[in-house]
């Protein structure tokens, strides 16, 4: 099993569990979030 990649220092459990489903990036196995300072980071 493969160990998850975070985007960046800023992306965390908050950030994770605030994700919609309909945002989800099936094709490219990865999700949107934002991060604290508002940019949008993936999270694969």
């Known amino acids: 099993m493969t160990q998850p990649h975070r ?4 992306s ?3 950030e994770i569990l605030a994700l919609n ?3 989800l ?3 490219g196995h990865r999700a949107p ?3 604290k300072g508002g940019a949008k980071e993936w999270v694969y």
């Open 12 to 14: 965390g459990p908050t």
């Open 25 to 27: 990036d099936l094709d």
């Open 33 to 35: 979030i934002r991060s």
């Open 21 to 23: 489903v309909e945002d």
């Open 7 to 10: 985007s960046g220092p800023t």
